[in-house]
């Protein structure tokens, strides 16, 4: 599977990548490579192509997580700041729509406020919980009411 935005490319990761990937995301490279990839929880590179290739700037991902998909982004550190979670984000929204989910859910660690912003900038809420490290969940409602998979009578509910 391949996402292309406007200026990102959103692909897997391959074996002759990892040397970008730890160049890219440093300490943070063993999660892409311990993740199974799983059709409903894809994880991708977030690439930004120019006349020289396709260079690593991040890594995004659906996880499963106690009964949810949770969207996890990381942007390299030389490359925050430029809109680049945002964007990829949005994309990969698209693609979690496509794919099913009706609610994605994030836990932003507390001390990078940047990444709540960019939650919230793309729809996301505080649902008032908490995770380890202090983190607050946020979530986002995919799905209309009518595409619940969980509530298939609500249509007849409602009329």
Not at 54 to 67: D, E, K, N
């Amino acid at each position: 599977m391949f996402i292309r935005s406007e200026r990102l490319f959103l692909r897997p990761a391959w074996p002759e990548d990892w040397s970008d990937i730890q160049t890219a995301l440093g300490d943070h490279a063993h999660v892409l490579a311990a993740r199974p990839q799983a059709w409903r929880h894809p994880q991708f590179l977030i690439t930004l192509p120019d006349q020289h290739g396709a260079h690593v700037v991040g890594l995004i991902c659906f996880a499963p997580y106690q009964g949810e998909t949770e969207l996890g982004v990381w942007i390299a550190q030389h490359a925050r700041g430029q809109g680049y979670a945002t964007e990829a984000a949005r994309a990969a929204l698209t693609l979690a729509r496509m794919l099913g989910h009706c609610r994605l859910v994030a836990s932003p660690i507390a001390d990078c406020p940047a990444s709540a912003r960019v939650l919230a900038g793309l729809g996301f809420a505080p649902t008032g919980q908490r995770r380890g490290l202090a983190r607050e969940v946020h979530a986002l409602d995919l799905c209309a009411p009518a595409d619940d998979p969980v509530d298939p009578d609500m249509l007849r509910r409602a009329a």
